[in-house]
Protein backbone atom coordinates (compact mmCIF):
# COMPACT_ATOMS: atom_id res chain seq x y z
CA UNK A 1 0.00 0.00 0.00
CA UNK A 2 2.79 2.32 0.62
CA UNK A 3 6.26 2.87 -0.83
CA UNK A 4 9.16 1.31 0.31
CA UNK A 5 11.05 4.46 0.51
CA UNK A 6 12.26 6.94 2.90
CA UNK A 7 10.47 8.73 5.10
CA UNK A 8 10.10 11.76 2.86
CA UNK A 9 8.73 10.27 -0.21
CA UNK A 10 6.10 8.34 2.03
CA UNK A 11 4.75 11.27 3.83
CA UNK A 12 4.47 13.02 0.24
CA UNK A 13 2.73 10.21 -0.53
CA UNK A 14 0.12 10.20 2.57
CA UNK A 15 0.28 13.83 1.99
CA UNK A 16 -1.13 13.42 -1.07
CA UNK A 17 -3.62 10.66 -0.25
CA UNK A 18 -5.30 12.67 2.49
CA UNK A 19 -5.17 15.88 -0.28
CA UNK A 20 -7.21 13.59 -2.65
CA UNK A 21 -9.76 12.39 -0.14
CA UNK A 22 -9.96 16.05 1.34
CA UNK A 23 -10.96 17.25 -2.35
CA UNK A 24 -13.50 14.42 -3.10
CA UNK A 25 -15.53 15.10 0.35
CA UNK A 26 -15.31 18.95 -0.37
CA UNK A 27 -16.51 18.67 -3.59
CA UNK A 28 -19.40 16.03 -2.40
CA UNK A 29 -20.38 18.38 0.14
CA UNK A 30 -20.71 21.15 -2.38
CA UNK A 31 -23.00 19.24 -4.53
CA UNK A 32 -25.17 18.35 -1.75
CA UNK A 33 -25.43 21.95 -0.84
CA UNK A 34 -26.64 23.34 -4.21
CA UNK A 35 -28.88 20.25 -4.23
CA UNK A 36 -30.21 21.84 -1.08
CA UNK A 37 -30.86 25.38 -1.68
CA UNK A 38 -32.74 23.89 -5.28
CA UNK A 39 -34.80 21.10 -3.90
CA UNK A 40 -38.20 21.83 -2.51
CA UNK A 41 -38.81 18.28 -1.83
CA UNK A 42 -36.35 18.54 0.67
CA UNK A 43 -38.50 19.19 4.59
CA UNK A 44 -36.77 20.05 7.55
CA UNK A 45 -38.50 19.94 10.95
CA UNK A 46 -38.01 19.92 13.99
CA UNK A 47 -38.91 17.87 17.50
CA UNK A 48 -41.15 21.18 18.32
CA UNK A 49 -42.70 20.79 14.31
CA UNK A 50 -45.97 18.78 14.61
CA UNK A 51 -47.05 16.44 12.28
CA UNK A 52 -49.81 18.55 11.45
CA UNK A 53 -48.00 21.61 10.67
CA UNK A 54 -46.16 19.73 7.91
CA UNK A 55 -48.71 21.16 5.02
CA UNK A 56 -48.57 24.30 6.45
CA UNK A 57 -44.27 24.73 6.76
CA UNK A 58 -44.57 23.35 3.24
CA UNK A 59 -46.60 26.57 1.76
CA UNK A 60 -44.79 28.93 3.92
CA UNK A 61 -42.16 29.76 1.84
CA UNK A 62 -40.01 32.01 3.79
CA UNK A 63 -39.71 29.15 6.48
CA UNK A 64 -38.56 26.62 4.18
CA UNK A 65 -36.26 28.98 2.59
CA UNK A 66 -35.07 29.98 6.34
CA UNK A 67 -34.30 26.26 7.39
CA UNK A 68 -32.15 25.82 4.03
CA UNK A 69 -29.97 28.80 4.55
CA UNK A 70 -28.98 27.53 7.93
CA UNK A 71 -28.49 24.37 6.55
CA UNK A 72 -26.31 25.30 4.04
CA UNK A 73 -24.65 27.44 6.67
CA UNK A 74 -24.03 24.77 8.73
CA UNK A 75 -22.48 22.99 5.41
CA UNK A 76 -20.30 25.65 4.83
CA UNK A 77 -18.68 25.53 8.49
CA UNK A 78 -17.93 21.87 7.99
CA UNK A 79 -15.98 22.75 4.97
CA UNK A 80 -14.21 25.90 6.70
CA UNK A 81 -15.32 28.73 4.75
CA UNK A 82 -16.91 30.95 7.18
CA UNK A 83 -17.69 33.75 5.28
CA UNK A 84 -19.95 31.82 3.34
CA UNK A 85 -21.45 30.43 6.02
CA UNK A 86 -21.96 34.00 8.09
CA UNK A 87 -23.60 35.58 4.75
CA UNK A 88 -26.20 31.94 4.74
CA UNK A 89 -26.76 32.30 9.11
CA UNK A 90 -27.85 36.12 7.99
CA UNK A 91 -30.08 35.29 5.39
CA UNK A 92 -31.48 32.32 7.27
CA UNK A 93 -31.84 34.48 10.45
CA UNK A 94 -33.55 37.40 8.62
CA UNK A 95 -36.14 34.90 6.92
CA UNK A 96 -36.78 32.93 10.18
CA UNK A 97 -37.16 36.02 11.81
CA UNK A 98 -39.72 37.43 9.03
CA UNK A 99 -41.37 33.69 9.06
CA UNK A 100 -41.69 33.68 13.05
CA UNK A 101 -39.54 30.27 13.45
CA UNK A 102 -38.09 30.95 16.75
CA UNK A 103 -35.93 27.49 17.06
CA UNK A 104 -33.97 28.22 13.48
CA UNK A 105 -33.61 32.01 13.92
CA UNK A 106 -31.83 30.95 17.37
CA UNK A 107 -29.67 28.26 15.44
CA UNK A 108 -28.76 30.64 13.12
CA UNK A 109 -28.06 33.26 15.81
CA UNK A 110 -25.97 30.35 17.52
CA UNK A 111 -23.72 30.42 13.52
CA UNK A 112 -23.46 33.98 13.88
Known sequence: LFPNQDQEHTTFYITTILSDLVSLLLRDLEDVTKRMLKSRQVILLTPADRVDTHAEIVKNKKLMMARRQKYVADFCILAGAAIDARKYYKEALDL?????DFIWAGGALEGL
Do not use: H, P
Open 96 to 100: ARQAS
